[in-house]
């Protein structure tokens, strides 16, 4: 978004309408506003009201420039105070308020009382769906999701959300417990959506939402047992981002496309082919831990463990917050491949004290309790 949208110069006459911050979810000092603001996914995009720091507006997910807009629009409604113009707009404004207070019950019902009354050119269907489709799929309603995704996809189809909404269709749909009867016929239907969806140019969606299907789109080959469907999929899916790295303007650009090329590669067991984009991002953004963070993976998936020690060293002491985290799981890994299992139990319990004492708004419960299950394995002696 900050590399390809926030930059468009569509977006100049913004400028002067609302205050512009972008935080750091990993840096300590926003840890308070993490404390008072619920983000469950990355980029959150979050419309403040001035006088009472509460949210008038939440949005989740890339978007294009248009989309933009649109968000600016209604935030912009949401904050002048009027009175909405139909029952409609109404519940949407009322969703919107909830969803933006992290109400995800209160909030759903709301959207669905929107979607239930709007007609059908009713203009924010789409980011109304969208939303109430987000809810679904953080508060285990796979289910509601699949029905919803398959109820609006006719009507978001051409445009943007229908990206969103066809792969929301799709991960529910794996998500089902697959003791479910109708779990193998809403997947088939779901992935059959996805793809139309995908090979659609007239959508606009943004690169960030067609790359993200192909990773669903190769989960359900091979819960299909289709492990050649699985390959091809994935091979179309470097194979576009390639593309998109190679028409990129500037550096920071190109590296917007690094880590689903580096999960594409993976994916294909050729991790050796993100060795010279890494490199090159490493060497165009220094003080970006991401490149060597992600090379320490490439090299320890190539068995070139020497050279995932070195680049973990490099990224180690640029990050910080709860990505360190993961840098440092990493880097427990690398020294388990290589025969060091003291240093890689150093490493956990290096990455467990940090994870506890990270401030309220950054820790993670869940991750502090897998690195103690982790911990509790008694380590291996040495030879």
């Not at 994935?234 to 190109?254: M, S």
């Not at 090159?280 to 992600?294: F, I, K």
């Not at 880097?331 to 060091?340: H, L, T, V």
């Not at 299992?341 to 004290?353: F, G, I, N, P, V």
Request: aromatic share 6%.
């Amino acid at each position: 978004m900050r590399a390809f949208v926030f930059t468009d110069p569509a977006l100049t006459s913004r400028a002067g309408q609302f205050v512009w911050l972008e935080l750091n979810t990993e840096d300590e000092r926003n840890a308070a506003w993490q404390e008072k603001v619920t983000v469950d996914a990355l980029p959150t995009y979050l419309v403040v009201k001035p006088d009472d720091e509460t949210v008038a507006l939440r949005g989740v997910g890339a978007m294009t420039v248009a989309e933009v807009g649109a968000f600016l629009d209604n935030a912009r409604a949401a904050l002048g105070g009027g009175a909405p113009s139909s029952p409609v707009d109404a519940a949407l404004f009322r969703a919107d308020r909830l969803n933006g207070e992290g109400k995800k019950a209160e909030a759903a019902a709301a959207y669905r009382e929107a979607l239930d009354a709007a007609s059908p050119v009713w203009p924010p269907y789409g980011r109304a769906v969208s939303a109430l489709l987000f809810i679904q799929q953080t508060t285990d309603g796979e289910a509601k999701c699949v029905t919803l995704a398959r109820e609006a996809l006719p009507r978001v189809s051409g445009t943007p959300a229908a990206a969103v909404v066809a792969l929301a269709g799709l991960d529910c749909a794996l998500g089902l417990d697959k003791t479910e009867p109708a779990r193998p016929a809403a997947v088939a239907e779901a992935e059959a959506a996805l793809r139309r969806v995908v090979a659609d140019p007239k959508t606009g969606a943004a690169a960030d939402d067609i790359s993200s299907a192909y990773p669903s789109l190769v989960q359900a080959r091979k819960d299909a047992g289709d492990e050649a469907g699985a390959k091809k999929d994935a091979e179309t899916w470097a194979a576009f981002l390639e593309a998109q790295a190679a028409a990129a303007q500037t550096p920071e650009q190109r590296a917007v496309f690094d880590s689903h090329r580096l999960s594409a590669y993976l994916e294909l067991g050729q991790p050796e082919r993100a060795v010279p984009m890494l490199k090159a991002s490493e060497a165009d953004l220094p003080d970006d831990y991401n490149p060597p963070a992600r090379l320490a993976l490439a090299y320890l998936k190539m068995k070139k463990i020497d050279e995932a020690l070195a680049a973990s060293d490099r990224a180690l002491p640029k990050v910080t917050g709860p990505r360190r985290l993961s840098v440092l799981q990493t880097r427990a890994d690398i020294f388990e491949a290589k025969g060091d299992t003291a240093a890689a139990r150093e490493t956990l319990q290096q990455a467990l004290a940090y994870a506890e004492a990270l401030p309220a708004g950054q820790r993670r419960e869940g991750t502090i309790k897998a690195l103690r299950k982790k911990l509790e394995k008694p380590a291996e002696p040495q030879a």
